[in-house]
Every structure is written in structure tokens, then in C-alpha cells.
């Protein structure tokens, strides 16, 4: 069965450090992956997406993810976060061509410290 | 353009109580999903429409009932709400005429509802 898995629940990071949130994905085809972000109190809100082509996919709010085929992963990135990035992440796959579902991670909760 | 809206923001049940759920999008998508929220789990699928007219189950439909009797909106009723049900709800939607599984799903700002 398809699935994804955020290892971190929580993350804390000092403002200006860089970050990297991991996302390890179960699929047998090539997927379709995405990164969502809510803020508090808010719904999810479409960071990046890769469905082909090359393997690192630019985002909104400076974030930037890489597809690794060999290690199952697409990792979220951003070289320098600011307060406003505290928020919760979650990483998604698509697993079918025909309906659109997605398939969550657990999700990822940053901190960032002043 | 609202975009996907969600009614009620906020609700509170006893054990037994039926309500319904509203969501309603203004950009002409074809398809439109509800999902769960509960800590630590992400976000499961309920129940989702690729079309006016058909619902199909998702990962987690046991309890829920929907109907999209119009493109524009997608209902979720719980007919006997349990303690278990307490959650947040959030409605999505996109385009995804084609079945274009890269399509971007745009979400409500979601339902907060407690079962007591």
C-alpha cells in the first residue's frame, strides 16, 4: 500500500538558520509528490509539486524540494527561514491517475526561534 | 473568487445528533474531497466527487455520508454523530477534468467539530 512518512513531528530552528524536512515515500510507479503548508488555524496551502522533469522542484515563500528516486525521499529545503514559516508541513503523494487523492504524511511542526 | 469555503466554522454535537456539512467552491472544479484532521495522523480522505452527481468512498468513509447534487458544492452529513468523529474537517477541490493527478487541490479553511 502507498504511503508516506514524515520522520520528524516536530522541528525547531533559529530564524536566518537553514531548514530541511524530510518526506520518505511507499510507491511502486513513478509518483506524483507535493508539499503542503498550513498555519495555524488555517487550511493547507500548496508549497511545490514534482510530477516529472527535474528532480528539484522551486516553490513558493523560497522553499525548493528534490525528488530522489534511489532513496524514496522528497525533501523540503530553505536556506533561510523566517519567523513567518512557523507552521505545519505535510508531505503528500498522489497515487493514482485518475482521481487526484492524496495521500498525507503525518505532518511536521516547525518552531522558529527568534 | 472566494475560492473553497466551509460552513460551519465551528460546531459542537451531543452523541447521536445528525448535522451536515457545507462546502462550496466558485472555480468551476470537477473535483472535490473531504478529508479528516486529527493529531498526529495528517489528513485522510473521507469521501471524495469527480463529478456532479458521483461520490466514491476514501480511506476513512465508515459513519459519513456525501452528496454533490451540484458542481459547486459537496456535502458531508454525519447522520449519528459518535465521540470519535471529533476531528477538523477540511473540503478540497480541483480542476482535474482530465484526471490529471498532479492537478493542485485548493482547500477550505476548514470545520472544527466536537462530539461530546
Known amino acids: 500500500a502507498q504511503s508516506v512518512t514524515q520522520p520528524d513531528i516536530h522541528i525547531t530552528v533559529s530564524e536566518g538558520a537553514s531548514l530541511e524536512l524530510r518526506c520518505n515515500y511507499s510507491y511502486g510507479a513513478t509518483p506524483y509528490l507535493f508539499w503542503y503548508v498550513q498555519s495555524p488555524g488555517q487550511g493547507l496551502q500548496l508549497l511545490l509539486k514534482?510530477?516529472?522533469?527535474?528532480?528539484l522542484v522551486q516553490g513558493i515563500k523560497g522553499f525548493e524540494a528534490e525528488f530522489k528516486r534511489s532513496q524514496s525521499s522528497f525533501n523540503l529545503r530553505k536556506p533561510s527561514v523566517h519567523w513567518s514559516d512557523a507552521a505545519e508541513y505535510f508531505c503528500?503523494?498522489?497515487?493514482?491517475?485518475?482521481?487526484?487523492?492524496?495521500?498525507f504524511g503525518q505532518g511536521t511542526t516547525l518552531q522558529v526561534k527568534p | 473568487n472566494a475560492g473553497v469555503t466551509q460552513t460551519p466554522k465551528f460546531r459542537v454535537l451531543k452523541t447521536g445528533q445528525s448535522m451536515t456539512l457545507l462546502c462550496a467552491q466558485d472555480?468551476?472544479?470537477?473535483?472535490m474531497y473531504w478529508y479528516r484532521q486529527d493529531p498526529g495522523m495528517g489528513l485522510r480522505l473521507i469521501h471524495y466527487?469527480?463529478?456532479?452527481?458521483?461520490?466514491a468512498k476514501g480511506e476513512v468513509p465508515d459513519g459519513y455520508n456525501v452528496s454533490r447534487l451540484k458542481k459547486q458544492n459537496f456535502l458531508l452529513g454525519l447522520e449519528s454523530a459518535a465521540p470519535s468523529q471529533t476531528s477538523v474537517y477540511f473540503c478540497?477541490?480541483?480542476?482535474?477534468?482530465?484526471?490529471?493527478?498532479?492537478?493542485?487541490?485548493?482547500f477550505g479553511p476548514g470545520t472544527r467539530l466536537t462530539v461530546l
Open positions: 478540497a477541490s480541483s480542476y482535474s477534468s482530465a484526471g490529471d493527478a498532479a492537478d493542485t487541490q485548493y
Open positions: 514534482y510530477f516529472s522533469g527535474d528532480t
Open positions: 466527487s469527480v463529478g456532479e452527481g458521483t461520490t
Open positions: 503528500a503523494v498522489a497515487p493514482s491517475s485518475n482521481t487526484g487523492k492524496l495521500i
Open positions: 472555480m468551476n472544479h470537477e473535483y
